[in-house]
């Protein structure tokens, strides 16, 4: 128990209660949820096991000091006080990234350089030497978190965003981020207990997500590399038994992913994307316009997918929702169909009513995911059926 320390999850927002619920199931303490974050208590091999097994956090961050702080040399001093020098070599790099939420602190970029002038300033004091400064591969990424006058300094545990899963090579135009596609397959709750598609799949994320999901697979195995691996404390033989434990919950699927595009070079890019995720035996794509498609089969279909906004490409919207309603109430009876749009507008035009809208960000545009229930014959006869 003496080596456990607390860790602090982000997320996107609407996902807190999702996160704080796969903690839990990973075996974290005391999780707490927050906005766009979750905090919770665990030892070094639990943070390895956060990073290569949440599908919907973004980073994982170990807090080293909370204070007030009511000036910039106030910052300064306290940032300096901390023993950087147990954590770094001074012939080490760092990097150094700020969020500020302040009215007396305003300008994230300042408050990142004042702190490294702190920690720059203790290691010429300390030990003689300075450490340089890489933005790119640091040996140590400092986060600094400013609410109001309440500042914490935090390790970086992650380095680059947990969304980079390391499969994706190729993209097209607005790629959905890799978190956000397995927080809307998780929100649609879907267990891997049918066929799963996505008939606008683009470089193929949702399904790839789908999949893991599906067979149990931890999201960041493919990762090339975490921040900790270059902390003063790595432990490689600990992280290689985390990750082998986790590989020992994988479980088989016994259903189809389908996804259609009707680009062929988003379909090239979608199986190479898959191809790369080893996921070709569990995923078939194709090349073909959602709306000249039917269902195949008369099997509960599960459907996931990020339709355009509008944002980025130029075509007529109004028509292009109409056209989903029309397709999903036609050609895809027992189907649960859930998209994400910010297009709250074109959504008035799907022309059927949803059972389910949860609001979400995708990036900084506010969206909703909406959830369709088709039913094989009429809703009025599949309500008699369920009652008798």
Request: net charge positive.
């Amino acid at each position: 128990m003496d080596n456990n320390f607390k860790m602090v999850a982000k997320t996107l927002f609407g996902f807190e209660e999702l996160l704080a619920k796969e903690l839990r199931n990973l075996g974290a303490q005391e999780v707490k949820v927050g906005v766009r974050n979750v905090s919770f208590v665990g030892d070094k091999g639990f943070m390895y096991k956060a990073n290569l097994g949440l599908r919907t956090a973004i980073k994982i961050l170990k807090p080293l000091k909370t204070f007030r702080v009511v000036s910039e040399q106030d910052l300064y001093d306290k940032v300096k006080r901390i023993a950087w020098e147990k954590y770094l070599s001074e012939s080490g790099s760092l990097a150094i990234d700020a969020t500020v939420h302040s009215h007396i602190f305003t300008h994230s970029k300042y408050i990142a350089l004042k702190s490294k002038d702190a920690i720059v300033d203790r290691f010429r004091e300390v030990k003689g030497e300075r450490p340089n400064i890489d933005l790119r591969f640091p040996d140590l990424k400092v986060n600094i978190h400013i609410d109001r006058q309440l500042c914490t300094v935090s390790l970086d545990s992650s380095g680059e965003s947990l969304h980079r899963r390391g499969y994706k090579t190729a993209t097209n135009i607005a790629p959905i981020n890799e978190v956000l596609a397995a927080g809307l397959i998780m929100l649609s709750g879907w267990d891997g207990q049918s066929d799963f598609m996505d008939p606008m799949c683009g470089s193929g994320t949702v399904m790839i997500e789908a999949a893991m999901i599906a067979c149990n697979i931890p999201p960041n195995l493919m990762r090339k590399e975490f921040a900790f691996e270059r902390w003063q404390d790595w432990d490689v033989d600990l992280f290689e038994k985390i990750e082998e434990s986790l590989l020992k919950k994988t479980r088989d699927f016994h259903h189809k992913i389908i996804g259609y595009d009707k680009s062929p070079s988003a379909v090239r890019k979608a199986q190479d994307n898959v191809k790369n995720a080893h996921l070709d035996e569990f995923i078939k794509i194709k090349h073909e316009d959602f709306f000249k498609t039917q269902k195949g089969g008369d099997k509960h279909l599960h459907m996931v997918f990020n339709p355009p906004y509008g944002e980025r490409l130029d075509i007529d919207m109004e028509k292009f929702y109409a056209d989903i309603g029309t397709t999903l109430k036609h050609g895809y009876p027992g189907t649960h169909a859930w998209f994400i749009t910010s297009n709250l507008e074109a959504l008035k035009h799907v022309g059927l009513r949803p059972s389910r809208k949860i609001k979400l960000f995708n990036a900084k545009l506010e969206s909703r995911l909406v959830k369709y229930e088709m039913y094989a014959g009429s809703k009025k006869a599949k309500k008699q059926q369920l009652d008798s």
